[in-house]
């Protein structure tokens, strides 16, 4: 049996069999999802959560993990960490999805402080923008935007 895949850009061909399609199926999806994701980890002793995200993320990520995230345990210290992340997917539409998802969920938020994390200066504009779309929507935390972990960290500690 002779296949043609198209695959990460390319046309494969091969005679094996149909499993071997299925494998690099799932090699691709196992890519893209781990590309696209968002890791959450809880420090309770610390009282801090911080979320790393990766890849291209849409509005859509960052909300179902905001939803899942208020669904849940919080942490008064929150740290959104962008340095893997493509944010430009997100758009500034979704910026203000995002941060009227967040003023829905306010009212069982946690008081506290919330760090955003850039590795770019671009990045950090489009935090800064967040940050104005978020005060103009009441958020009960203070929120900031940084271009170091280190200085996200100092801040959340004072």
Not at 14 to 19: C, E, G, K, Q, S
Not at 20 to 41: G, H, K, L, P, W
Not at 71 to 79: A, E, P, R, W, Y
Request: aromatic fraction near 14%; charge should be negative.
């Amino acid at each position: 049996m002779l296949f043609f895949l198209f695959f990460r850009g390319k046309i494969l061909e091969t005679a094996m069999h149909t499993f071997f399609a299925a494998d690099i199926a799932a090699t691709y999806i196992e890519d893209v999802v781990m590309q696209n994701r968002i890791e959450t980890t809880t420090y309770p002793d610390e009282d801090l959560t911080i979320h790393r995200l990766a890849g291209a993320l849409t509005s859509g990520d960052i909300i179902a993990k905001l939803a899942d995230y208020f669904d849940g345990k919080q942490t008064s210290l929150v740290i959104w960490d962008f340095r893997n992340c493509e944010v430009s997917p997100v758009g500034f539409n979704g910026l203000r999805e995002v941060a009227a998802t967040g003023g829905r969920f306010s009212s069982g938020r946690v008081p506290g402080k919330t760090a955003l994390v850039f590795v770019s200066k671009s990045a950090y504009g489009f935090g800064r923008t967040f940050e104005t779309y978020a005060e103009l929507k009441d958020l009960p935390i203070e929120l900031r935007s940084f271009l170091s972990m280190d200085e996200a960290k100092a801040w959340l500690g004072e």
